[in-house]
């Protein structure tokens, strides 16, 4: 697709919050609650917040991060222009209110906004960070996905306006949700790896890498959205995100109340809900399937792809990757705010039928041979399947993939993954077929980004090669079209790559943040203004 650079994320790690309203107002209050206020007792100010994260992020540079752990990182210490709540609305942040307008969108910012480190934070830092996002040589985490090079952005006083030279449908959200960095760190970003420069609630106090980050909350804090100011009854004093790379573990730390929150997804949860802990959770693709389409792989055949995902029993194998919590794919699109979800999805996904797999591999030109496996010019039909090590309902569900296969005749290499090896074999040595393999966007352009324009080796994110043009067509038309048509072509388009198997969306389940003696929204991470400690 011609507008989009490289989208600077990984895969599982597509978190660009994308979505569409018209406009917003300032709103007042003082201590609202969290959504999903449960009663189980009075909010108590002060003492330690404490989440375990799974993976340590790496760095916290708000700019190029793209791991799972440094986005959540992120959202400790900057904000946005304004806040997505975990039903996908816009709600007043940095900006009071907004107007949309014909190529532009023009905010009003809240006045005596902040940096940590007490310098003002003005229309003209917003305008600099749309600016540097928009220009391709940096190379950010919203380039592509939600900045394009056509935007640019200039401030008047308090008010900032963004134009673009193409029709945006998505302009609010992709403009509004851009997580905003404070002057000194825009001027020297190589210090943002260790420390943070943004006007959040919390600021980073002081960190020990691979271990513990702690946050201290600010004094001065008058922004947030509903009104929250650092005086609103419930919040911590202090965050404490702690890297804690064992789940069950994790489990453990929450039962015994020595952490508020971690996100739990394999058998844990039964202990958990058993306890009755409280549970704010987001779509999972955790069953999502991709595939290597580069020449040599042999899911580069369309009916090679298609035999695949026709021999599995969606039912058997969606409970077994989701513990039990299975349900039905709505989009590929999974994350906050849920853009273009609704009323979806318009593809059809193939009825289990093994004796048609076969036919499929049969016209494909592999065919049975000695010993009940299928070959073609005298080599085997192999399948290296890859999935996510730590995750621990992949492995069982994978051995159920494997075990199917074998009855179809094609030889299944299951390769478990670390983050290392996800890396290096995604993007670097494409060694591998097919898998347990999710991207996590919150918009359909960043879904584009995967499965339209440059590959790795060009710089993209396209890492399985897909060359789809109806899917093209249809997402360059979407890109650029009116608010009221965009999301039917957008969905027409998700349809054109499930229906040629360019991914097979075999089941999602919610993905559940455990909480102890806390209430908080998570709309895709935990959001700090909401936290409130439970007495």
Same mark, same amino acid.
């Given at each position: ?10 895969? &599982?790690?597509i ?9 917003g107002? &300032?709103?007042?209050?003082?201590s609202?609650?969290p959504?999903?206020? /449960?009663?189980a007792? *009075? ?5 330690v917040?404490? @989440?375990?994260? =799974? ?6 540079d ?6 799972l ?17 975990p039903d996908? $609305? ?10 949309l ?7 009003t ?5 902040t #940096?940590s480190?007490?310098?003002?934070? *003005?229309?003209?830092?917003a305008?600099?960070?749309?600016n540097y996002?928009?220009?391709p $040589? ?7 996905? !939600?900045i394009?090079k056509?935007? =640019? ?9 963004? /134009? ?5 449908p998505?302009?609010?959200?992709? *403009?509004?949700?851009v997580?905003?960095? #404070? ?6 970003p190589?210090k ?15 960190? /020990?890498?691979g ?17 929250v100011?650092? !005086?609103? @009854?419930?919040?911590?004093d202090?965050l404490e ?22 996100? %739990?997804l394999?058998?844990?949860?039964k ?10 959770g ?5 069953g999502e ?10 899911t =580069?055949?369309?009916?090679v792809?298609?035999?695949l ?14 513990d ?8 590929l699109?999974v994350?906050n705010?849920?853009?273009c979800?609704?009323?979806g999805p ?5 009825? /289990?039928d ?6 499929l591999?049969?016209? +494909? ?9 299928r070959?073609?010019?005298?080599k085997?039909?192999? %399948?290296?399947?890859?999935y ?8 069982p ?5 494997q ?9 299944t ?8 090896a996800?890396?290096e ?5 494409f ?5 347990? %393999? ?15 324009? +440059?590959?790795?080796?060009k ?5 399985m090669? %897909? ?14 079209a ?9 969905? !027409?388009?998700?349809?054109a790559?499930?229906?040629r198997t360019d991914?097979f969306?075999?089941?999602?389940n919610?993905?559940? *943040?455990y ?11 935990? +959001? ?8």
């Open positions: 697709m011609s507008r989009h650079g490289k989208a600077s994320a990984t895969v &599982a790690v978190l660009a919050a994308t979505g569409l309203t018209a406009c107002s &300032a709103q007042s209050g003082g609202a609650a959504a999903g206020r /449960t009663g007792g *009075t909010y108590v100010s002060g003492g917040f404490v @989440k375990a994260i =799974s993976a340590d992020p790496g760095h916290l708000p700019l190029t991060g793209v791991s752990a440094a986005r959540e990182m992120v959202g400790y210490a900057y904000e946005s222009l304004v806040y997505s709540t996908g $609305k816009f709600e007043p942040w940095l900006a009071t209110r907004w107007e307008g014909e190529k532009k969108i023009t905010y910012l809240h006045d005596g906004v #940096c480190d007490g310098k003002p934070f *003005t229309a003209q830092t305008a600099d960070n749309i996002h928009a220009d $040589k940096h190379a950010t985490f919203y380039y592509g996905s !939600q394009h056509g935007v =640019s952005a200039k401030a008047e006083g308090n008010t900032l306006t963004v /134009t673009t030279k193409e029709n945006d998505f302009l609010l959200a992709n *403009t509004g949700t997580e905003m960095v #404070c002057g000194a760190g825009l001027a020297d190589a943002l790896k260790t420390t943070t420069d943004g006007t959040g609630l919390y600021a980073l106090g002081g960190s /020990t890498p271990s513990t980050y702690t946050y201290t909350k600010r004094k001065d804090y008058a922004w947030g959205p509903k009104g100011t650092s !005086q609103t @009854k419930g919040l911590p202090s995100i702690r890297v804690v790379t064992d789940e069950s573990t994790a489990a453990n730390l929450l039962l015994s109340s020595e952490i508020n929150a971690a996100v %739990v394999g058998t844990d949860r202990r958990l809900d058993g306890a009755k802990l409280g549970s704010v987001v779509r999972n693709p955790v399937m991709l595939f290597n389409e580069r020449a040599e792989r042999p =580069s055949d369309p009916l792809r298609q035999a995902v026709t021999a599995l029993d969606r039912k058997a194998i969606g409970d077994v990757v989701s039990g919590s299975a349900t039905d794919s709505k989009s699109v994350k705010p849920l853009l979800v609704a009323g318009k593809w059809t996904l193939p009825a /289990t093994l004796a048609k797999a076969g036919s591999l049969d016209q +494909a030109g592999w065919r049975l041979g000695a010993g009940g496996k070959e073609k010019d005298g085997p039909l192999t %399948v290296k399947f890859i996510d090590a730590a995750t621990g309902t992949h492995a569900a994978a051995e159920l993939v075990q199917t296969w074998d009855e179809l005749g094609v030889t290499k299951l390769s478990a993954n670390d983050a290392n996800w890396s074999q995604l993007f670097q040595t060694d591998w077929d097919t898998g347990f %393999v999710q991207i996590a966007p919150g918009g359909p352009v960043t879904v584009s980004t995967f499965f339209a324009g +440059a590959t790795p080796d710089g993209g994110n396209n890492f090669f %897909v060359d789809n043009p109806e899917y093209e067509a249809l997402a360059e038309k979407a890109a650029t009116t608010p009221e048509t965009t999301c039917d072509l957008w969905q !027409q388009a998700e349809a790559l499930v229906e991914v969306p075999l089941a999602d919610e993905q559940r *943040t909480l102890s003696g806390v209430e908080l929204e998570q709309p895709n991470f935990v +959001a700090p203004t909401t936290i409130r400690m439970l007495g």
